[in-house]
């Protein structure tokens, strides 16, 4: 059934990582260069594995990969924005997409993961920025992490597109004035903004706000207006 979808030799013709994950979260069908930055010799090896099964550090976040998944059944599609180790210790600043795939009587009957690595395009900027604010809260070194690049997260509190950019950076340690001076706007709309994300999380200061935030996961979440925003931001 899957082999049918693609063609292998375009498939090896497509940049970056590019395979189709069952509904039972195992490989059907990968490209050469997916199979190389997992760790394997040849695609064929990588049929009927998992996240967990790959050959490479990226293995040991396939428990965020499977929600990820999950939310691609919900969702239909979602990107993202990460740092992660593959094979030969090669660290590769990613970005991609998921997105369902359905048969002709409209059955979702796979996910298809697509990748490219942006390490040494202008995407590091926005990487760079990334890296260095989750050592504010990872003691660890090289510490992998992925970003979804969306703002369907805003529902759980009904944020607005402006506040969950206030919220992004106020999780990374900024202050009002630097806030203000990011999204081009006053301190005291930043601090207006502040009020009623305080007020719909029912938090009494930042610093609880902040503490929220990250416990509910607002850390792996990136704006969609931020991920351009930080394309424009300085070194």
């Not at 805003?154 to 969950?164: C, G, L, V």
Request: proline content about 2%; aromatic content about 12%.
């Amino acid at each position: 059934m899957y082999n049918s979808l693609i063609n292998r030799q375009f498939l090896d013709q497509i940049s970056g990582f590019f395979g189709i994950i069952n509904l039972n979260a195992q490989f059907e069908i990968v490209n050469k260069t997916g199979a190389e930055w997992t760790g394997f010799d040849s695609a064929d090896e990588m049929k009927g594995l998992t996240y967990r099964d790959v050959r490479c550090k990226a293995a040991e976040d396939y428990e965020l990969f499977l929600q990820h998944d999950e939310l691609v059944k919900e969702k239909g599609r979602i990107r993202f924005i990460g740092y992660y180790c593959y094979s030969n210790n090669s660290w590769k600043i990613i970005l991609g997409e998921k997105y369902l795939i359905k048969n002709e009587v409209n059955e979702p009957i796979g996910i298809v993961s697509h990748f490219n690595d942006f390490s040494r395009s202008n995407i590091v900027d926005v990487s760079r920025f990334l890296i260095h604010s989750r050592k504010k809260y990872d003691n660890k070194t090289n510490n992998q992490f992925i970003y979804l690049i969306d703002d369907f997260n805003q529902i759980n509190y009904k944020f607005s597109p402006r506040q969950m950019e206030c919220l992004f950076f106020l999780i990374r340690g900024k202050t009002t004035k630097q806030i203000a001076q990011i999204l081009n706007l006053s301190p005291r709309t930043i601090e207006e903004h502040i009020i009623q994300i305080k007020l719909k999380m029912n938090c009494n200061s930042i610093s609880q706000v902040i503490e929220q935030s990250i416990s509910e996961g607002y850390i792996n979440l990136l704006p969609e207006s931020i991920f351009e925003k930080l394309n424009q931001m300085d070194n």
